[in-house]
């Protein structure tokens, strides 16, 4: 089953991970694609990027919702926290782990920009705050490459599993993702699209009118 997420910029988006650049610190996600048959570097975010949010999303909210999750990310301690939990959490069922003996039946492909467009990047100095206290650091400049506001990429979710439980939490995730941040401190609004089968199995499920929130932008 699969169904296509679309994320837009409402800020000013950084998925940090592009090749190296000279004159900035953090470039954004970018590889090579052929526009008009220019091949040009182009901004994407990458499915693994995407998913890492999509995962630190879940974590948060998972308690709250009477999910489980052991909130570790060391591979050395996965194991034993589950042990206590008397099982792999609901998180790891659904994003996987090192180790796990079956893969994470997510599969994120990369969300592309859309309509096959070139994306235009600027870049900005910012200041690097110290992460708990939000007090800048001493002699902290730091450049950083962005998408323009409103910049849309999407990309298609493959799940490989119909367990109406982890779908739910897969859904929650997608909703608090648009209230969180992602890559640098960055906001984005997303929804879904092509859920029909998703809609289907989750027939008669609470999470039905979560399905229909997110086929709305949220920040219209
Ligand atoms: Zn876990």
Redesign the pocket.
Known sequence: MKFLVRVRAIGLLCIGGGYPMPTVDIPFSKRIMNIGGNLVYNPYIPGSSFKGALRSAASRISNSYGFK??G?VRPEL?ES??EALGG??D??KLFG?PKAGTPSPLIVNDLEPSNGSLKRTFTMTRIRLKDETLKVEEGALFKSEHVEPNTEFSGFINVLTDDQNLLGLLCLSLAELRLDRIGRRSAIDLKLEKTEELEKLLKGSKWLTLVEDLKRWLWE
Do not use: A, Q, W
Request: aromatic share 18%; charged share 10%; glycine share 0%.
């Open positions: 999750s052991c570790e996965i926290f589950h792999t959490c998180v790891c782990y």
